[in-house]
């Protein structure tokens, strides 16, 4: 069992006992042992007691557990559940709108067992019968089941990555001369993902016999001599795909894609004389094949400098090749800083120092600590006198840590009517401010725009966290004009996040690309809850590099004096340590 998998037996156990209505810090304890499961490199299968329990998040219960899974395939008390709730009930909590009590009473009451026996109930009047469930909300379920059947099939890519990089090392292990890639979506960094297609380069015809012996396999939907698809138990269907060596360039370059990109690269091939696909570059008047052993070979012969698997969805990409223009995209090593992470001061878990040596563990310079403003009462968010009382022990910390600066923020609440959760006296002493919104997200357009755009004009705010409120494959953007939230930045010398939770991708990669054309900062944060979760910066890497960002475009490329500069309009530096 690979992490991925534990994790989600601990989520599903976690949601389960949600509708049991069991003790909420056991529920809180199963979903933070699956949060800190998914960003883990090390698998966890393999590890012994002492070292499950120097894992953040994992006490000796939750230890034994994993173990387990891990010789079993599953668990007892995971089964126990699902006796009393069937494993359908949990896709209900994945209906925008319905918690685990309304879900607990659906079941209870009715007998809903499935997304299909709720859409049912409502049709045939049973809701009515049902306190809190008017018609009203049963619309709102109704249109959160369309959106939720628009979603099936594809699942959020820091999943997928997950899977696919098991069934590489899988593949691998066993076939340690072939040569295996993650392609399509995934290697060009999409936010969402359908198929998994996996690229066996030089392997042998019996990596298919393994391929189809994978662990954990539902079921077989096609093997043949140069490519086989499986059918995972989580539903994940993976494609496999064998070429000989001498087509890797190009079999790497088509299973790529994006389609687009494709199509208009075979017409520039054809109108030089030759013919691109998935087997290589040839010459169309007597079908030789020119030696093109690698991508970077293949953009070469059609005169185009490298073009990054980012950056291939046909939006000017070749045209910018074709005249050495290129971006200079923004990588991993440029990123110095994190701008937006939790403490147990609200609804992180783990402490302020923790977080700040995880972070330096990461390689990061400075770490901005923004805990949550008193609006968000679950996430136990500070008011005034616990706010500047938590930017002290910040700060205490951050004289006594050496190399890396920490930084005392704050994520505060945009209010409905668009007021700042906290005075801006209180924000005006903190080092720079974070404002989101996370509530009341049905507001006509009109009214959220307006909303935003009175935080971005307050003379405290730095940053705009998430800008428009999606949850992927959960729940759409809020109603909101995004031009005219980029023009009030650029404006007021605000910055638009990057939210690289694999949930959120906020601001997507057309939006980011369009602020940075108006000449808005943009800064990538992991908004991590646990000291595992810095390494969610890829995540929105992988959006920045696609809306074509340079280091430039990005504050926490920036090192800490130059950070301050541009943050200057917030007072940052007046009360942080010189380096």
């Not at 299968?45 to 953040?56: Q, T, V, W």
């Not at 685990?100 to 299909?116: C, Q």
């Not at 393994?210 to 939907?221: D, G, H, K, N």
């Amino acid at each position: 069992m690979n992490n991925q998998q534990i994790a989600t037996i601990f989520s599903e156990i976690s949601d389960l006992l949600e509708i049991k209505g069991v003790n909420p810090f056991k529920i809180r304890a199963y979903r933070n042992a699956a949060e800190t499961l998914t960003t883990l490199d090390e698998s966890v299968s393999e590890m012994d007691s002492k070292a499950l329990l120097s894992i953040p998040s994992i006490g000796k219960d939750l230890a034994s557990r994993i173990q387990e899974i891990s010789r079993t395939g599953t668990s007892l008390f995971y089964t126990e559940l699902l006796e009393n709730y069937p494993r359908s009930l949990l896709d209900l909590l994945k209906l925008q709108g319905l918690g685990p009590k309304t879900v607990s009473l659906l079941h209870t009451s009715l007998n809903v067992t499935n997304i299909d026996d709720l859409e049912r109930a409502i049709q045939t009047g049973q809701l009515n019968k049902l306190r809190g469930l008017g018609q009203k909300k049963q619309a709102l379920i109704l249109n959160a089941i369309a959106e939720h059947r628009k979603y099936l099939g594809r699942q959020l890519s820091a999943s997928a990555w997950v899977i696919a990089k098991s069934v590489v090392d899988y593949l691998q292990s066993a076939h340690p001369n072939g040569r295996f890639h993650v392609v399509g979506s995934l290697r060009r960094g999409c936010e969402t993902c359908g198929d998994i297609d996996i690229l066996a380069v030089d392997a042998s015809e019996s990596t298919h016999d393994t391929f189809i012996s994978f662990p954990t396999l539902e079921r077989v939907i096609v093997k043949g001599k140069t490519k086989s698809s499986i059918l995972l138990r989580d539903g994940s269907q993976i494609d496999l795909r064998l070429v000989p060596l001498e087509s890797e360039g190009a079999a790497l370059q088509y299973f790529t894609g994006s389609r687009s990109h494709n199509v208009s690269l075979r017409d520039r091939a054809i109108k030089r004389g030759l013919k691109l696909n998935e087997y290589g570059l040839f010459q169309t008047s007597d079908q030789s094949q020119i030696k093109t052993a690698s991508e970077r070979e293949i953009y070469r012969a059609l005169g185009l400098s490298d073009i990054p698997p980012e950056l291939r969805e046909n939006r000017g990409e070749i045209q910018a090749a074709e005249s050495n223009n290129l971006p200079s995209l923004v990588t991993r090593k440029t990123i110095r800083g994190d701008l937006h992470s939790h403490t147990t001061a609200t609804d992180g878990q783990a402490d302020i120092e923790t977080m700040a040596r995880a972070a330096q563990s990461a390689g990061l310079e400075y770490l901005g600590i923004t805990d949550h403003s008193q609006a968000l009462a679950m996430a136990n968010g500070l008011d005034e006198t616990r706010m500047l009382k938590h930017a002290d022990a910040i700060r205490e910390i951050d004289r006594r840590l050496p190399n890396i600066t920490l930084l005392a923020g704050v994520e505060c609440d945009i209010l409905p009517d668009g007021k700042l959760d906290l005075s801006e006296d209180c924000l005006a002493q903190l080092d720079f401010v974070i404002a989101s919104v996370h509530s009341s997200f049905k507001q006509g357009q009109r009214q959220m725009t307006d909303r935003i755009l009175r935080a971005i004009e307050s003379p405290v705010v730095d940053i705009v966290g998430h800008p428009t409120g999606r949850l992927l494959l959960r729940r759409e953007p809020y109603d909101l004009e995004i031009d005219e939230v980029i023009e009030a930045a650029a404006t007021n010398g605000v910055a638009l996040e990057i939210n690289s939770q694999p949930q959120r991708l906020d601001l997507n990669e057309i939006y980011a690309k369009r602020a940075r054309d108006r000449g808005v900062k943009l800064v990538i944060s992991t908004d991590a809850h646990a000291p595992d979760q810095f390494s969610l910066l890829d995540r929105g890497l992988f959006v920045a590099r696609r809306a074509w960002l340079e280091p430039r475009d990005i504050l926490n490329t920036q090192t800490i004096t130059e950070l301050r500069a541009s943050l200057r309009r917030s007072g940052l530096g007046n009360t942080i340590k010189n380096q």
